[in-house]
């Protein structure tokens, strides 16, 4: 299998990136406004604690999964390997964060909507069903 690269960068010359150097060098233009947004403003109380636990479980100091309702926040570099839980409105999807991911949103991994599965029409359901005996 290929070493994976990202714009001509390994994923340790990535991790050896700061994000103000990530966002300038590798970020596409979404990724890359937002992050200078928030370099300026200051991340949010939100996103600091999900950095910070995801470089203590990176460590070993945390064994829990890192849970989070935003799914607004970017997959940087340092949080390849880490185990991540992500609320989709009903339930938190579980998943690790893979070098492919990196750019990308938590909110892209755990989707909303499932696919609907019709099944048949129950009694009521149209003209036809009316006078049909119930079980």
């Given at each position: 299998m290929?070493?994976?690269r ?7 010359d990535?991790?050896k990136l700061?994000?103000?150097?990530f ?12 992050l200078?947004?928030r370099?300026?403003?200051g991340?949010?109380?939100?996103w600091e604690?999900f950095?910070e ?7 070993g100091k ?7 309702h935003?799914r607004?926040i970017?997959?940087l ?5 880490c ?10 999807v579980?998943?690790?964060i893979?070098p492919?991911m ?5 909110g892209?991994?755990?989707?909303t909507?499932k696919k609907?599965?019709?099944s048949?029409?129950?009694?009521g359901a149209s003209?036809?069903?009316?006078f049909?005996?119930?079980?």
């Amino acid at each position: 299998m290929p070493e994976f690269r990202l714009r001509g960068y390994t994923l340790e010359d990535l991790q050896k990136l700061s994000i103000e150097e990530f966002a300038k060098k590798v970020a596409d233009a979404r990724l890359r406004r937002t992050l200078f947004r928030r370099l300026k403003l200051g991340f949010p109380p939100q996103w600091e604690r999900f950095f910070e636990k995801c470089k203590l479980q990176k460590e070993g100091k945390y064994k829990k999964t890192v849970k989070t309702h935003a799914r607004e926040i970017p997959i940087l570099p340092f949080m390849v390997g880490c185990k991540v839980a992500v609320h989709n409105g009903k339930e938190f999807v579980e998943f690790e964060i893979k070098p492919e991911m990196i750019g990308k949103r938590l909110g892209d991994f755990s989707h909303t909507t499932k696919k609907v599965k019709h099944s048949a029409p129950g009694i009521g359901a149209s003209r036809s069903t009316k006078f049909m005996k119930v079980k």
